[in-house]
């Protein structure tokens, strides 16, 4: 069993041989990585998360420095040269001598002794490119950001030069596919698209939404609150505390923008809704694991909360965690008994919908790569058909919420209006709309990226 946390890493990225197919990375329970102590697991995950996130911006260095072309380069030593980088440039904490040391350990350990003098010499190479942390500034060829406040400045100009060729600049400065970057251009505009890769790059803070209005955590907790309210934020990261506090149903792990389908859906129907005697029912159409289904079930405890998805075992998930913290109103269907059943109409559904993800890219690491192959019109399809179930699913004057964790348009409003323009026989009102662009900032600021709307059939 390995039980090198920097050979297991190297391992791990040498099999990332196509750029648009990012190695998945196995649960920590999985018996390679429980063969590590704690502190090597850590080392481990951040070299594997840092060379994904930063593989554009570690590739341009190396090229800088090699007179071999990088597509000439094994992979094992490829995935050990970027890790060597990684360690150099960018990681806190790592002797230069035992980054470039324990490189060609590890090279020689994958069986390619004969490039152990290459990796050395490339290393020692980035090394003298030198790699100051100072102030963020603006775009220039000789820094990348490092983050929402501080840059890298290398001593020579490897970096395409932002006044020409501004999209080839932001891909490599701050490693995303050039396809997706001019994307973003489009969605979002040259404005915001530097702030929002920059935040693409931050390793996400563990955030926990609190249902108790007024709880203070326990002060062993180590937590500070997110200028969300009811959010805190572990900014010095997990501890046996917050596991407990979760666990006992104190504190749900959840991103505030995530927060905003449920706490939207539940303050308008709650305004919108007149008081009667039957209780509301509430369908949770795409329920996941459940993390919304919850949040909806404590912030109305009258309502019916109908939960369904195609897997049995996120279901069954949902069940688990509404017996933990002691919600009743829950219940659980699977979407094919849900259907051949037809239901009584409901007062409001949430869609939550699958989408690209492009407002969480800091959080789901392969997103960015996996973008270019997107298949916008099957999911565009997908949400749509969910809205269509939806509305059949509603009451003549119900609530409808529809939601993504994408920033890109096509999968927010315009997939909204589109299904609008469908229904050119029903009457519906938009209550409310919210977007918000990925954050970075100190951790008490930071939230995804994301899209909420409700609207109402007249």
């Known amino acids: 069993m390995n039980n090198d946390p920097r050979l297991l890493a190297a391992q791990i990225l040498s099999t990332w041989t196509q750029i648009h197919d990012p190695p998945r990375i196995e649960s920590r329970d ?5 063969a590590l102590a704690a502190r090597d697991r850590a080392l481990a995950f951040d070299l594997i998360c840092g060379v994904i996130r930063r593989r554009l911006t570690l590739d341009a260095m190396i090229h800088a420095v090699s007179k071999t072309p990088l597509d000439n380069i094994e992979p094992d030593v490829m995935a050990v040269l970027r890790m060597g ?5 960018i990681a806190q904490g790592i002797a230069d001598h035992a980054a470039i040391d324990t490189s060609v350990e590890v090279v020689r350990r994958l069986g390619a002794v004969r490039a152990a003098g290459f990796v050395n010499a490339v290393l020692r190479n980035i090394q003298r490119l030198g790699g100051a942390v100072e102030p963020l500034a603006a775009s220039d060829v000789h820094a990348f950001p490092l983050d929402s406040r501080r840059q890298v400045k ?3 100009a490897i970096f395409p030069d932002p006044q020409r060729q501004l999209i080839d600049h932001l891909a490599v400065t701050t490693s995303h596919p050039r396809e997706l970057v001019s994307a973003m251009m489009q969605w979002i505009g040259e404005k915001h698209i530097r702030n929002v890769l920059i935040s693409d790059n931050i390793p996400p803070t563990v955030t926990l939404r609190c249902d108790q209005k007024g709880y203070i955590p326990p002060p062993d907790a180590g937590l500070s609150p997110h200028k969300a309210p009811d959010f805190f934020v572990a900014a010095a990261g997990w501890n046996a505390v917050i596991e407990s506090l979760i666990a006992r149903g104190k504190l749900s792990p959840q991103d ?4 905003r389908a449920a706490r939207t859906l539940a303050a308008v129907l709650q305004a ?3 008081s009667s005697s039957e209780p509301l029912r509430i369908l949770d159409l795409c329920a996941g694991l459940g993390t919304k289904t919850i ?3 404590r912030a109305m405890p009258h309502a019916l909360i109908i939960a ?15 017996a933990e913290v002691g919600v009743t109103n829950i219940r659980t269907i699977d979407m094919l008994t849900f259907r051949a059943h037809k239901p009584p109409l409901f ?10 993800n492009t407002g969480v890219i800091a959080r789901r690491l392969q997103v960015r790569w996996r973008w270019p192959l997107f298949d916008l019109t099957a999911v565009r399809e997908l949400q749509t058909r969910l809205m269509d179930d939806a509305a059949e699913h509603l009451k003549p004057t119900g609530l409808l919420v529809y939601s993504t964790c994408s920033i890109d348009p096509d999968e927010n409003t315009v997939a909204v209006n589109d299904f609008l323009r469908a229904r050119p026989g029903e009457q519906w009102r938009n209550i409310r709309r919210e977007f918000q662009l990925p954050a970075a900032g100190i951790p008490e600021e930071r939230c995804d990226g994301g899209f909420v709307t409700v609207f109402k059939r007249q």
């Open 347 to 356: 007062d409001a559904v949430l869609v939550d919908a699958p989408c690209s």
């Open 154 to 156: 290398l001593n020579r």
């Open 256 to 259: 505030p923008t995530a927060a």
């Open 308 to 322: 369904t998805d195609i897997a049995d075992e996120k279901l069954a998930a949902i069940e688990r965690r509404a």
């Open 30 to 34: 999985s018996p390679e990585w429980q």
């Open 272 to 274: 919108e809704t007149n």
């Open 85 to 89: 980088a990684y360690q150099l440039v």
């Open 295 to 297: 949040q909806l079930a």
